[in-house]
């Protein structure tokens, strides 16, 4: 069982920056960073393959976040630009214990992020 553990979240004001965490207790294979804000279901938000080849992000945030990891250290990034109102949320990263798994099999706790307009 890989344990998660989400860091960085935050309050920053509107146009501001703030980089997530994810550390990992032993190897995944791809991850993905998913968020959820009140009363809102959660959504996908990016994804990274083991390899760093592939990426892929939310429409939304496209342009702004960017997605990274670094396997040596077992963990996972997220550098959020232009922060606006609308990306505060309860940040969630998760992983995939096998490469062809369809679905993330482990999930962190969570980490706030809000920005101020």
């Known amino acids: 069982q890989v344990q998660l553990v989400e860091s960085g979240g935050g309050l920053v004001q509107f146009g501001g920056s703030l980089r997530l965490s994810c550390a990992a207790s032993?190897?995944?294979?791809?991850m993905g960073w998913f968020r959820q804000a009140p009363g809102k279901e959660r959504e996908f938000v990016a994804a990274i393959s083991w390899s760093s080849l592939n990426i892929y992000y939310a429409d939304s945030v496209k342009g702004r976040f960017t997605i990274s990891r670094d396997n040596a250290k077992n963990t996972m990034y997220l550098q959020m630009n232009r922060l606006k109102p609308e990306d505060t949320a309860v940040y969630y990263c998760?992983?995939?214990?096998?490469?062809?798994?369809?679905?993330?099999?482990?999930w962190g706790q969570g980490t706030q992020v809000t920005v101020s307009s």
């Open positions: 032993g190897r995944t294979y791809t």
């Open positions: 998760a992983a995939k214990n096998s490469r062809g798994a369809d679905a993330y099999d482990y």
